[in-house]
């Protein structure tokens, strides 16, 4: 991984921050970027873009609500926990 790719300015990393609490109410705490960087890099990647600096811009354009939806969509787990399902409604979720 190239050093450009995984750098995450202080101004970037509180608009990602302010966007995907906006967005989400999901609170990504300073000392994080580590997070943003695991989340975004791959979204990065499949861009083709060359740094997270590239990418924040994109959200950052008018007419960037596709951009804003993808980068929200990368910071948050979409993940359904079957166990937890269990838990909230054991009889319809019982293994028979």
Do not use: H, W
């Not at 609170?27 to 873009?49: C, F, H, M, T």
């Not at 910071?75 to 079957?82: G, I, L, Q």
Request: charge should be positive.
């Amino acid at each position: 991984m190239n050093n450009a790719i995984s750098f995450l300015s202080p101004n970037d990393f509180q608009f990602l921050t302010s966007l995907v609490q906006s967005k989400s109410a999901i609170v990504v705490e300073a000392g994080k970027g580590y997070l943003i960087e695991s989340r975004l890099l791959p979204l990065l990647n499949e861009l083709g873009l060359e740094s997270l600096s590239d990418l924040v811009a994109q959200p950052r354009k008018p007419s960037a609500r596709d951009a804003t939806q993808r980068v929200v969509e990368a910071m948050t787990t979409n993940e359904t926990s079957f166990g937890l399902l269990r838990a909230i409604c054991p009889a319809r979720f019982s293994i028979k």
